[in-house]
């Protein structure tokens, strides 16, 4: 009964991390195969969690708690492994608006939401970093060795961890702004050469003019900064190991 038990916790902890793992949480991933995923991992992992818990020995809120504990867990490492998209996303609502694509909207094939097209973009390029990075691997090992640091029933909320959260949204804003950095700075120096322009030929429509001379000016640099914004991205994900591992910790007290 024991072994049975550890084993849904388990499940439970790995079901809450596909419900919002990159690949596996958009809607193009049915819900059945997240939760054969999940049960596949528990499998695999159950077997080597120590000190297995034995509901016998437990009351019905204590139970509730340490079903909710292990979906927070759960999520929370899905949450961290997902930054690295919001960021894209939010670079790219940047980009978007400083080249004028704001109303130009296409649906993701991971998550088939409406997106800007430049969000779309470095979506793709943040999944394929994912993939040639082998981070869904990765992820499942560091999901197995998170059960050292934080065991079953082992977690608690702590001013450290807030604190710890609270900065890695941070981080968020730091890599998009590092991605959308160039855009912007083309953006500003469009938006100066225009005015002087209006200012030296007073007959040209500059208002008119500027949409395709941003327009142009932003694809020009995005695809030259395509290479610069990979590398932000992987050095992003490259830390989301140890950042879950730092969290459990926090988290395990």
Same mark, same amino acid.
């Given at each position: 009964m024991a072994g049975f038990f550890t084993w849904l916790l388990v499940f439970v902890r790995a079901g809450a991390l596909f419900l919002i793992f990159p690949l596996f949480s958009g809607t193009?991933?049915?819900?059945?195969?997240?939760?054969?995923?999940?049960?596949?991992?528990?499998?695999?992992?159950?077997?080597g969690v120590a000190n297995p818990v034995d509901p016998a020995n437990l009351q019905l809120l204590q139970l509730v708690v340490l079903f909710l504990g292990e979906i927070t867990?759960?999520?929370?490492?899905?949450?961290i492994c997902r930054f690295v998209f919001y960021a894209v996303q939010l670079a790219g609502h940047f980009i978007s608006t400083e080249i004028g694509l704001q109303t130009s909207t296409v649906i993701t094939p991971t998550d088939s939401v409406p997106v800007d097209v430049p969000a779309a973009v470095l979506n793709l390029l943040a999944m394929m970093l994912f993939l040639s990075l082998d981070m869904h691997h990765i992820m499942i090992m560091a999901f197995q060795q998170t059960y050292a640091i934080l065991p079953i029933g082992g977690g608690r909320l702590s001013d450290a961890l807030f604190d710890n959260v609270t900065l890695r949204i941070g981080k #968020?804003?730091? %890599? $998009?702004?590092?991605?959308?950095?160039?855009?912007?700075?083309?953006?500003?120096?469009?938006? +100066?050469?225009?005015?002087?322009?209006?200012?030296?030929v007073p007959q040209m429509n500059i208002f008119f003019e500027s949409f395709? #001379?941003?327009? %142009? $000016?932003?694809?020009?640099?995005?695809?030259?900064?395509?290479?610069?914004?990979?590398?932000? +991205?992987?050095n992003f994900l490259r830390k989301v190991p140890q950042d879950i591992f730092e969290v459990g910790r926090l988290v395990g007290g």
């Open positions: 193009n991933v049915p819900a059945r195969v997240r939760v054969a995923l999940a049960a596949i991992l528990a499998l695999l992992v159950a077997p867990l759960g999520l929370f490492m899905g949450y #968020i804003f730091i %890599l $998009a702004v590092l991605i959308a950095a160039p855009l912007m700075a083309i953006g500003f120096l469009v938006s +100066v050469v225009l005015m002087m322009l209006g200012r030296a395709t #001379i941003r327009l %142009l $000016a932003g694809m020009v640099v995005f695809g030259f900064t395509l290479n610069l914004t990979a590398q932000h +991205v992987a």
